[in-house]
């Protein structure tokens, strides 16, 4: 089955920092490239940022910008996005999407920025 | 960045009614959009990509049309199951965007 699976979301106090984790399975990892998609509760579809197939192009929206990074482990078939000096308005469920289509999504992972 | 226009931002139909939702882009993105259906509590779906095709198990009464800067997603018989939130997005680029939502209602 293909599938995404995201992990590594909390409760984080403002400035802090925390790595999300997507493990992919049942396809060929290292041919695609791969999203962060975040969503606010009770709000729309924000794209955060992007990775190509080999790794070596990485693309983030201006909200995140100097603040995120995104990263892969081919070897691990798993999608990394570090976030720091969190923002209150960076609270929102995190979904890890295969292709810039975003043909496949994981189920998410909640990230709460909150004092 | 382009930025992507849904309207309406709320659509109330009935069960068999012919549903049409608008995308406007901000500048030229040819066929790169993708057409998504949410359901409270659940991940997106894609529907439909590269403006018009039907992904793999979407059922026939969905339909993208449109280039350039103008889409509609199309539901020529809105079912029961239908009634959801449904979100464009372009990747004519690498910095993806997506349109604010349609929610479909029960009139």
């Known amino acids: 089955e293909v599938q995404l699976v995201e992990s590594g979301g909390h409760l984080v106090q403002p400035g802090g920092s925390l790595r999300l984790s997507c493990v992919a399975s049942?396809?060929?990892?290292?041919?695609?490239?791969f999203n962060w998609v975040r969503q606010a509760p009770g709000k729309g579809l924000e794209w955060v940022s992007g990775i190509s197939p080999s790794g070596s192009s990485t693309f983030y929206a201006d909200s995140v910008g100097g603040r995120f990074n995104i990263s892969r482990d081919d070897s691990k078939k798993t999608v990394f996005l570090q976030m720091n000096s969190l923002r209150v308005e960076d609270t929102a469920l995190y979904y890890c999407?295969?292709?810039?289509?975003?043909?496949?999504w994981g189920q998410g992972t909640m990230v709460t920025v909150s004092s | 960045d382009i930025q992507m226009t849904q309207s309406p931002a709320t659509l109330s139909a009935s069960v068999g009614d012919r549903v049409t939702i608008t995308c406007r882009a901000s500048q030229n993105i040819d066929k790169w959009l993708a057409w998504f259906q949410q359901k409270p509590g659940n991940a997106p779906k894609v529907l439909i990509y590269?403006?018009?095709t039907l992904e793999s198990g979407v059922p026939s009464r969905f339909s993208g049309s449109g280039s350039g800067t103008r889409f509609t997603l199309t539901i020529s018989s809105l079912q029961p199951d239908d009634f959801a939130t449904y979100f464009c997005?372009?990747?004519?680029?690498?910095?993806?965007?997506f349109g604010g939502g349609t929610r479909v209602e029960i009139k």
């Open positions: 590269k403006a018009s």
């Open positions: 997005q372009q990747y004519v680029t690498s910095s993806l965007s």
């Open positions: 049942g396809f060929t990892f290292n041919t695609y490239a």
């Open positions: 999407v295969r292709r810039n289509w975003c043909d496949i």
